[in-house]
C-alpha cells in the first residue's frame, strides 16, 4: 500500500511501516500545504494518509478523497509517544477504504 505521513509525523515512523510504500509529505515536495490542497494532491497517489491531525474530518470535506486517513491519537507527536501504536497502525492500513478515517491511540495520557 501506498502510504503517506504527515508533516506533523516523525519520519522515523517509516521504518515502522515495512512492507509498504511509504513517502513523507516533505518528500513529495508538499511541505507547507493547506490540508485542502493537500488533500486534492493525495487523491491519485496514496491508499493511505497518516496523521495526527484530529481536526481534519472536521475541517474538511472528505467525501471526495479516494485513501483512507489514519489518525494518531497521542498527547504529543515524539517518535516514542508514537512508536507503540504502529503494530495497530499496520493492521489497519491493509484494511482502508476509500474515504475512511480511524482513529488509533488514546485520548488519555
Known amino acids: 500500500m501506498r502510504v503517506l505521513l504527515d508533516e506533523c509525523l516523525p519520519r ?21 500545504k493547506k490540508n485542502g490542497e493537500l488533500l486534492r494532491l493525495m487523491n491519485d497517489s496514496v491508499d493511505v494518509f497518516l496523521t ?13 478523497i479516494r485513501y483512507g486517513i489514519i489518525v494518531l491519537v497521542a498527547r504529543d507527536n515524539r517518535l516514542t509517544t ?10 489497519a492500513i491493509p484494511c482502508m477504504l476509500a474515504g475512511a478515517v480511524m482513529e488509533i491511540g488514546s485520548h488519555e495520557d
Open 82 to 91: 508514537l512508536q507503540p501504536f504502529m503494530p495497530q497502525v499496520q493492521q
Open 52 to 64: 495526527s491531525d484530529q481536526n481534519l474530518r472536521y475541517q474538511q470535506d472528505l467525501r471526495s
Open 12 to 32: 522515523k515512523l517509516k521504518e515502522s511501516l515495512a512492507g509498504h510504500e511509504v513517502t513523507t509529505v516533505q518528500e513529495r515536495g508538499w511541505s507547507s
